[in-house]
């Protein structure tokens, strides 16, 4: 059986592909990083595709409904006016297929033509392997290149952020670009818009955090860190104005108590790590983090707090809890708020 390969050594194939002109036959796109996805994708069809010949060169395919015999038509379709073809099929679940499907996607890989390029792309659906379909999952462990484009490193994204407001004649430094991040996720695809907002409404050349907190549409996660970091300080006002900003979007009570929870945990562990000599590194072990950023505040917000008041509040958040599941006709917004007061009053 073929031997898989790290989740990080198909992208770095895929870009020694394209910079060296050496472009694979079959390559499966996935993950979570859209922005990456769709760029890497526009490189393929600059390499392959020439300008004015997409309609004999350049085949997209839906996933859903989509028939061997169609993916057959498109792939044995010889090039014009180019020495390969692209064929671009979207959303097709390889390891759902019923067996005569896969009987004839086996067929087609065995003797697939070197002049097509083909890109299964995972857009809506999550790609699952499936070592059950021995034959399959060896097949294309053997031909196709898995690309992952996952969310990038805090250097690499960092990096990206600091390119994208030079374009727009802006500068921003790690600071603030990491205050970007923890505000507005980790994702490219998300930051691009925001990173549009903020360099038009930015007055001088060089971005600054209160420039970001102006115009920037903050995730949910980064609204509900600030909410609990005002309860940290007792501030009721401003916690329960951070919730009415999350119920005028709409988002879910249910969701926010659960977010509320989760970042009180974080919190409580940033406390149990200063009473135990521990630092940010553990935290971001702890937690996963790409980022020391939101592990410099989590321990700045602990610094407010006891082990008391933690432990005591995730008892008020695991009670809520179970009365949000189990109680008819409860008032969820309400008991948000009376949540909020409880804790901040206790702090």
């Keep these: 059986m ?31 990083e859209s922005y990456l996805r769709e760029y890497y994708l526009g490189e393929l069809k600059k390499k392959l595709v020439p300008e004015g010949f997409e309609e004999f060169n350049l085949h997209t395919l839906a996933g859903r409904g989509l028939s061997m015999q ?3 038509d498109a792939i044995e379709a010889m090039p014009m006016m180019a020495e390969r073809t692209l064929v671009v099929v979207t959303d097709c679940d390889l390891y759902k297929l019923n067996d005569e499907q896969r009987t004839a996607l086996l067929t087609l890989l065995e003797d ?6 083909l890109v299964f792309v995972y857009d809506q659906l ?27 490193d805090k250097s690499d994204l960092i990096s ?19 205050h970007l991040i923890f505000t507005c996720g980790g994702l490219m695809t998300a930051l691009v818009p925001e990173i549009g907002k903020i360099g038009a409404y930015a007055r001088g050349r060089r971005v600054t955090i209160d420039d970001i907190n102006a115009v920037a549409d903050p995730i949910l996660d980064a609204v509900v860190f600030d909410m609990t970091n005002a309860v940290t300080k007792g501030d009721y006002d401003r916690a329960s ?15 926010i108590l659960s977010v509320i929870g ?20 553990w935290l971001m072990e702890l937690w996963g983090m790409r980022s020391d950023y939101p592990a410099r505040l989590l321990l700045d917000a602990a610094k407010k707090t006891t082990k008391e008041w933690c432990a005591e509040s ?11 599941k189990s109680e008819k006709g409860i008032d969820n917004e309400g008991e948000l708020k009376l949540l909020l007061m409880q804790l901040a009053q206790r702090k």
């Design 2 to 32: 073929a031997e898989k390969k790290r989740p990080d050594s198909g992208y770095q194939k895929l870009k020694t592909d394209l910079k060296e002109e050496t472009v694979g036959q079959i390559y499966i796109f996935y993950g979570e």
């Design 262 to 281: 989760r970042e009180l945990r974080k919190i409580y562990t940033a406390r149990l790590a200063l009473e135990s000599g521990k630092d940010k590194l």
């Design 126 to 152: 999550e790609y699952k392997p499936n070592k059950t379909y021995k034959k399959l999952y060896e097949a294309l462990s053997r031909i196709a290149t898995e690309v992952k484009f996952a969310a990038q």
């Design 160 to 178: 990206w952020i600091m390119r994208r407001f030079r374009a727009l004649d802006r500068e921003i430094d790690v600071q603030a670009a990491e």
């Design 70 to 72: 169609d993916l057959t």
């Design 112 to 117: 697939f033509p070197e002049y097509c390029c």
């Design 314 to 324: 995730l008892k008020l958040c695991q009670k809520l809890d179970r009365r949000m």
């Design 241 to 255: 104005e951070l919730l009415g900003q999350l119920l005028k979007k709409q988002e879910e009570p249910f969701m």
